[in-house]
């Protein structure tokens, strides 16, 4: 499937910006973003419950963007389910199929099928408010896929569930992908939910792609501010490219002066360093460091495996540390004193602003 120069506005507003993308067949794609930032309206124009304002939609190399949703060879699962409540599950599972005029025999067959494959064996006879969250989502994936469609479309389907069944789905969900090898476009705002499901990861903002990748490219070297700030958790870091020599650069943070790898940048400009709060390292010293931000300790939050510390830094910065609960370098700290904070400059990424990124504000800059 592929997605060329698409846009799509609502009286006057542009909810999605010329956007285009291939999408492979058999892959899990993700559109992860927060609200309103136009992931939802294009999985519609996917679907063609919305028309595009212009641009293409290809599947299988043919025009779909002016074809009817029931002409489509994709299926949708949404996040209120959507299911009928005076059918039973066979009726609900079998209803597109019926209204294709396939035999009963086959029709039979083939909800069988799709029943032992989401694991809801048995529960045929039942009414939607006769079973759980999880199994009445089941039950909208199995209604989806004994159409076979090509491409199944799923806008936050697990919205509604609580979050240790999420998980659990999340992981299900994956594993009946790989077995079909159908293509999934799955629609979330979770960054966890897109980081433990997909193949890939289309990070939307404001109407546009910030960035498409793997998740742990996605992860560990995000291509702008936005993505830096709403993938995982992050500290930005916003300086002043004091050199450009070869592969490496320095940007001044204060009084500081850090080496970073050098993604285009010229000296003069602002840039953000990016670092995973996993990725820093404190001590009681700078001695033997290439670079150190002195701060002070403020508070420390225990969140199960891991041990978030907090330090400020410079000019009240707040710099967050994560480290494996047991092997806190805080406790090899005198609180009240200064302690020094540093990273390998391969674990960091450079990023920059975009337009679209008008009204975020990730950082404070660095005072020396």
């Known amino acids: ?33 927060p609200s309103g930032c136009g ?7 996917i679907a063609g ?50 209204m294709k005029k396939l035999p009963k025999d086959r029709i039979k067959e083939k909800v069988a099928e799709v029943l032992a494959l989401v694991q809801l064996e048995g529960f045929a006879s039942r009414r ?30 697990m919205g509604a569930l609580d979050l240790q069944l999420r998980k659990q789905m999340q992981i299900e969900l994956k594993r009946l992908q790989k077995k079909l090898g159908i293509t999934f476009i799955y629609v979330t705002h979770d960054q ?55 592969k490496y650069a320095v940007i001044s943070l204060g009084s500081s002066r850090v080496p970073v790898l050098n993604r285009n940048l010229s000296v003069g400009e602002i840039a953000y360093i990016a670092v995973r709060p996993e990725r820093l390292e404190v001590s009681n010293s700078s001695s033997g460091k290439a670079f150190a931000l002195q701060g002070t300790y403020k508070e420390q939050i225990y969140v199960g495996a891991q041990m978030k510390t907090i330090y400020n830094v410079g000019n009240q910065m707040e710099v967050v540390v994560n480290e494996p609960v047991g ?14 904070i540093s990273w390998n400059p ?11 990124e008008e009204k975020i504000v990730f950082s404070k800059q660095l005072a020396g």
Do not use: W
């Open 327 to 340: 092997g806190s370098s805080y406790e090899k700290l005198q609180r009240d004193k200064a302690i020094f």
């Open 128 to 157: 939607p408010e006769q079973l759980s969250g999880g199994q009445r989502q089941r039950v909208a994936i199995a209604r989806a896929l004994v159409n076979s469609p090509k491409v199944l479309l799923l806008d936050e389907p």
């Open 39 to 45: 992931k939802t309206t294009t999985l519609r124009m």
């Open 49 to 98: 419950f919305e028309q595009p304002t212009s641009g293409i939609i290809l599947l299988d190399g043919q025009h779909v963007e002016h074809t009817p949703p029931y002409a489509r060879n994709v299926n949708t699962v949404f996040q209120s389910y959507a299911l009928f409540p005076h059918m039973n599950i066979f009726d609900n599972i079998a209803f597109g199929l019926t």
């Open 192 to 246: 966890e939910e897109a980081l433990t499901m997909s193949d890939r990861i289309a990070v939307m903002n404001a109407g546009v792609i910030e960035q498409i990748g793997k998740p742990d490219e996605i992860y560990e070297h995000p291509a702008s501010r936005f993505v830096a700030g709403f993938i995982g958790e992050t500290n930005l870091f916003e300086g002043t490219v004091a050199s450009v020599d070869g």
């Open 346 to 356: 391969d674990c960091a990424t450079v990023v920059k602003d975009r337009q679209s």
């Open 1 to 33: 499937m592929q997605l060329i120069n698409l846009v799509k506005e609502f009286a006057g507003h542009t909810a999605v910006n010329d956007i285009s993308m291939d999408i492979k067949q058999g892959e899990f794609l993700t559109l992860l973003g």
